[in-house]
């Protein structure tokens, strides 16, 4: 039997990779805003938390496993190719050398790091949106995505932080940047949850999809199982 994915699974699908990505290069650099510091990768890396809510809100967990996998593939690639592009020799009149490699030099030590706590974070949240919405009939979408975002979240910050930046960043700024970043990847979330709530019910009765995970195995290793 030929299976077949609608265009807005395809599509969240694609924006998910993307923001994976790009929050990954943007992780690069710290920003300080209003007393506030922080990644410039939490400009965009909320929003895949929240894509990964609407697909284990509509599609269940076996499509966000899925779809968590390719974002780790999605990234793995594009490390690989900017570190080809930094071995490459620079033409002699190129100028950019030395912010390009800074960039995409730190980009594996930053990869490795996003890519275990996004794993892990991204793992937690769609199996904490599963279980919850079985236990809770389907209702109450509002908290279980705050709860599922916050825990993975700050899951996430947890693991990437110390790998990414130890060494690089004074330990006490490092707890800082850990503790912040939290908070506003949470608050991100609960900001724009109105938009989140509204692109799941029109997703839900668009695609005609509305998955409850049961029976089904929340391996995160089983990716064949979709």
Known sequence: MQKTVSVYFMITGILFNVCLVAANLLETKIVHVSGITATA??????????????????WGYKKARLIIWSGFVSNFLV????RLAVWLPAAPYWEGEEGFNFVFGMAPRI???????????SFLNA???????????????SLRAIVSTIVGESVDSLIFFPIAFLGLVPPKELLILIGVQAVLKSLYEIIILPITIWVVNYIKKADGSDVYDTNISFNPLKIKDI
């Open 127 to 141: 199996y904490i949106m599963s279980r919850m919405k079985m236990a809770s009939g389907g209702k109450n979408f």
């Open 111 to 121: 990869a490795v790091a996003s890519l275990i706590a996004f794993l892990t974070g």
């Open 41 to 58: 990768g939490l400009l965009v890396f909320p929003v895949s938390y929240i894509i990964n809510d609407c697909i284990s809100e509509v």
């Open 79 to 82: 490390i690989g190719f900017a």
